[in-house]
């Protein structure tokens, strides 16, 4: 396994993603799938079982990339950052809306916004392969 950024980075946002789907169905205990509103998280993060299963998902994709190529992971890392950006932006509009099938709260968009970046970043900054060919005349 060679070392990447974008496979560290995509493994350890794909396990505590996959950890945060798991323990999110502690606190959703009774709550409806596509409910506008959930348990809580830490007393922060609002979820209901389908943000759950999101959590799951996403965190899947993450560490399976972060498991397997480098591309793979880069790949991975900008696209499910580039859906945490929107996520974050649109989340604001949604609260308070029967469109917030995720049960969002203004904490999960800050979240989302940070993941974004910490993904963005990796999958766009890092593993730049730097190839340069120089001739030499004598």
Same mark, same amino acid.
Not at 43 to 56: K, Q
Not at 70 to 75: L, N, T
């Given at each position: 396994?060679? *070392?990447?950024? #974008?496979?560290?980075?995509? /493994?350890?946002?794909?396990?505590?993603?996959?950890?945060?789907?798991?323990?999110?169905?502690?606190?959703?205990?009774?709550? #409806?799938?596509?409910?506008?509103?959930?348990?809580?998280?830490?007393?922060?993060?609002?979820? @209901?079982?389908?943000? @759950?299963?999101?959590?799951?998902?996403?965190?899947?994709?993450?560490?399976?990339?972060?498991?397997?190529?480098? /591309?793979?992971? *880069?790949?991975? @890392?900008?696209?499910?950052?580039? $859906?945490?950006?929107?996520?974050?932006?649109?989340?604001?509009?949604?609260?308070?809306?029967?469109? @917030?099938?995720?049960?969002? #709260?203004?904490?999960?968009?800050?979240?989302?916004?940070? /993941?974004?970046? $910490?993904?963005?970043?990796?999958?766009?900054?890092?593993? *730049?392969?730097?190839?340069?060919?120089?001739?030499?005349?004598?």
């Amino acid at each position: 396994m060679s *070392k990447s950024p #974008n496979r560290l980075i995509a /493994s350890i946002v794909g396990a505590v993603y996959l950890l945060v789907g798991l323990l999110g169905f502690a606190y959703t205990g009774g709550v #409806n799938f596509v409910a506008t509103s959930g348990g809580l998280i830490l007393g922060v993060f609002e979820v @209901n079982p389908l943000h @759950n299963v999101a959590h799951l998902l996403i965190g899947a994709a993450l560490l399976i990339a972060g498991l397997s190529s480098v /591309s793979a992971a *880069k790949a991975t @890392n900008t696209t499910i950052g580039a $859906v945490y950006l929107l996520l974050g932006i649109v989340g604001f509009f949604l609260v308070g809306t029967g469109l @917030n099938i995720l049960a969002l #709260n203004t904490a999960d968009h800050f979240l989302h916004l940070a /993941s974004a970046l $910490v993904l963005l970043g990796a999958g766009l900054g890092a593993d *730049k392969r730097v190839t340069s060919r120089t001739s030499v005349t004598v």
